[in-house]
């Protein structure tokens, strides 16, 4: 009796984490609903002006869309070729005590809470970007974009360098028994055999960029325009989201509504992405024996 | 199993190390669909032993080298420094990241700086409010969170039949893992704050970072509990014991410093948290501390948010004090699990 009811109550606690989905899908989707009743859906996705707090109201998601882009792009820019090419060193090249140190280390990026991030954008990362383009705006895509970057360093350098040194030795033997190099070795047997790996931790870190908030809401602005122009001020859909809490906002006026129609694009982003990346995971995994 | 990993992990040796026995390493590599574990594995317990990885075999094609050869090995030359480049360039912006902060706070934090409150005249401000309010905090989320993340990992790994409802409990916790915190904080504001009637408290807050921090608990306790033996439960199940008693006997007190370290790597995760307790309407210039858990709060991860946003020197740089604490406080609790880590690291 006992037992059965400890059974039970031990599958509520992982039956939790259902319910938390549940709610959050339900919540986002009823705001959203309300949102969508009062605006159209085409002007939303198409739109390219974005000022509900503004006497003339538009509803374009565009701009925040852009913002949340340029960021996770120009952060792809600096995580990707930087943690890939430590995780080959980490896993090809390093010696057992070089890696035992450069791991946690690295590993030390991801536990920064993002708020100190956002500040040294702000206090170093900009002042230097500014040094060399004065014209640049005090809050700017680039350096948010720069430290988002370093932060999501670790996600690519870790899961990558699981998937290398998931490579079986044996194909690494082959190679250098016909005479590779080690950078033939790594980059034409190594690397391709953990192809999958690589890009789904590509992806995971991308996705961790969009929803990257902190930081972006420090350094980036709180400017909705659209621009290509990293050394403009910008704001991303989290950056919104930000902003509109912190002011007192009514439960059930639009501008409320707005909030949980961003942050339901911004799910939507980042969950497609992270089934992707599961997916491309077992899709295109190589399997040895 | 656990002979064929430790072979596994012999014939990872290179054939010119001296080895204590004759076996032709090849014969015995394991084989079969879990391979690739096997491999990690037996790579992690090499890693142990400390040998050596295999290096790059020295190109002998006949007495001289041609051209074409001196530029491969140039290039490997350029790519290994590159590499090692990159790997640096993670590490340096570590030591710069510490080093702004450490220049910009050392010379904020003295006695009257922990022990002030927040203040619109930046001489007289300090960070006690955020200070225990983000110490309630941890003790709130940490209450929430583990007895149900360690619930459910039990019930995944001991308990769960393997079924549809289980695959998919497992899948979304995965998913869940990837969620953005700020939309924990919308769930947050709907579910605890409104809808729950907790209002903008320390509650609401430990209950949306509870449930932040719900899947990497989860995924980390399960991974702990995994790797406890079998054997373990069948020696338990033969003496006459039940499921449970297996499992809170034997197999939880085996898992549990891998369940701690992996719970306090997530608690410094929710100390350093900010977007989602904006979202749910935490005030930033809080001038008293928090009594119990209905009541109003700020964190540090807040204040220094309040501070960094306003465009004063004086306030960027009480920022830096407060990031100075906030860090020392998520080492502490780092080097804790890893205390833990080594301490009660078993072998089995």
Redesign the interface.
């Known amino acids: 009796m006992k037992e059965r009811a400890i059974g039970w109550a031990l599958f509520a606690c992982a039956g939790l984490s259902t319910l938390v989905t549940a709610g959050i899908v339900c919540i986002l989707l009823r705001e959203t609903l309300g949102f969508f009743s009062e605006v159209s859906i085409v002007e939303y996705l198409t739109g390219t002006e974005w000022t509900p707090q503004f006497g003339e109201k538009h509803f374009g998601v565009l701009p925040l869309a852009a913002g949340s882009l340029l960021i996770a792009t120009g952060a792809a820019i600096v995580a990707v070729p930087i943690g890939l090419l430590t995780a080959i060193y980490m896993s090809e090249y390093a010696r057992h005590r070089t890696r035992s140190v450069l791991k946690p280390t690295l590993e030390l990026l991801a536990g920064v809470p993002t708020v100190v991030y956002g500040y040294f954008a702000l206090t170093f990362i900009t002042p230097l970007i500014r040094q060399f383009f004065p014209e640049t705006d005090i809050f700017n895509a680039a350096s948010a974009a720069v430290v988002v970057g370093i932060m999501i360093i670790p996600t690519v350098s870790s899961l990558s360098e699981d998937a290398l040194r998931a490579v079986p030795q044996a194909l690494r033997e082959g190679a250098f028994g016909l005479g590779a190099t080690k950078l033939e070795v790594s980059l034409r047997v190594v690397v391709p055999a953990a192809l999958s790996g690589i890009v789904a931790s590509f992806i995971l870190a991308i996705s961790r960029a969009v929803g990257e908030t902190m930081a972006v809401s420090i350094a980036a602005g709180n400017l909705a325009q659209l621009t290509a122009n990293p050394l403009k001020s910008i704001q991303t859909m989290t950056a919104y989201v930000v902003q509109v809490s912190l002011g007192d906002t009514p439960q059930g006026t639009i501008v409320y509504q707005t909030l949980f129609a961003v942050a339901f694009t911004l799910f939507l982003i980042t969950l497609a992405m992270n089934i992707l990346s599961q997916w491309v995971m077992r899709r295109f995994r190589e399997v040895y024996e | 199993m656990a002979e064929s990993v430790r072979s596994g992990g012999r014939?990872?040796r290179r054939s010119g190390e001296k080895s204590l026995d004759e076996r032709e390493p090849l014969d015995l590599?394991p084989?079969?669909?879990q391979?690739?574990e096997i491999?990690?594995l037996a790579?992690e317990a090499v890693?142990e032993t400390?040998?050596?990885?295999?290096r790059?075999?020295p190109?002998r094609?006949g007495a001289q080298t041609t051209l074409g050869e001196r530029r491969?090995?140039t290039?490997?030359l350029a790519?290994?420094v590159?590499?090692?480049?990159?790997?640096m360039?993670?590490?340096l912006?570590?030591v710069?990241?510490l080093g702004?902060?450490l220049h910009?706070g050392l010379g904020q934090i003295d006695r009257d700086f922990l022990t002030s409150f927040a203040s619109r005249i930046p001489e007289r401000a300090g960070i006690k409010a955020a200070l225990v309010g983000s110490l309630w905090m941890l003790a709130l989320t940490a209450v929430i969170a583990f007895?149900?993340?360690?619930?459910?990992a039990?019930?995944?790994e001991e308990?769960?039949p393997k079924s549809w409802i289980t695959t998919?409990?497992q899948t979304?916790?995965?998913?869940?893992a990837?969620?953005?915190?700020?939309?924990?904080?919308?769930?947050g504001?709907?579910?605890f704050v409104?809808a729950m009637g907790l209002g903008r408290s320390l509650l609401s807050g430990a209950l949306t970072l509870s449930?932040l921090i719900?899947?990497v608990i989860?995924l980390a306790s399960q991974e702990a509990i995994r790797a406890v033996p079998d054997s373990i439960r069948q020696a338990a199940y033969g003496l006459g014991a039940?499921?449970?008693q297996a499992v809170r006997l034997q197999v939880l007190p085996m898992a549990l410093p891998g369940i701690l370290t992996g719970t306090i790597?997530a608690l410094?995760?929710a100390?350093?948290?900010?977007?989602p307790l904006?979202?749910i309407?935490a005030l930033s210039f809080v001038a008293f501390t928090p009594q119990g858990p209905l009541d109003q709060f700020t964190v540090l991860?807040l204040q220094?948010?309040n501070w960094?946003?306003r465009p004063q020197e004086e306030f960027?740089q009480l920022?830096?004090g407060a990031?100075l604490v906030?860090?020392a406080m998520?080492l502490a609790m780092?080097g804790v699990a890893i205390f833990l880590r080594n301490r009660y690291q078993r072998r089995h």
């Open positions: 014939s990872r590599r084989r079969g669909p391979h690739a491999t990690a790579r890693d400390g040998a050596e990885e295999p790059e075999p190109i094609l491969r090995r290039l490997g790519f290994h590159l590499c090692a480049g990159a790997a360039v993670g590490v912006s570590l710069v990241l702004q902060v910009d007895p149900l993340s360690v619930g459910a039990i019930y995944l308990y769960a998919t409990i979304n916790i995965a998913n869940l990837g969620v953005p915190s700020i939309v924990y904080g919308i769930l504001l709907a579910l409104r449930l719900l899947p989860i039940t499921r449970w790597l410094s995760r100390v350093g948290e900010t977007a904006i979202m309407g991860p220094i948010f960094v946003s960027r920022a830096a990031i906030l860090l998520l780092n």
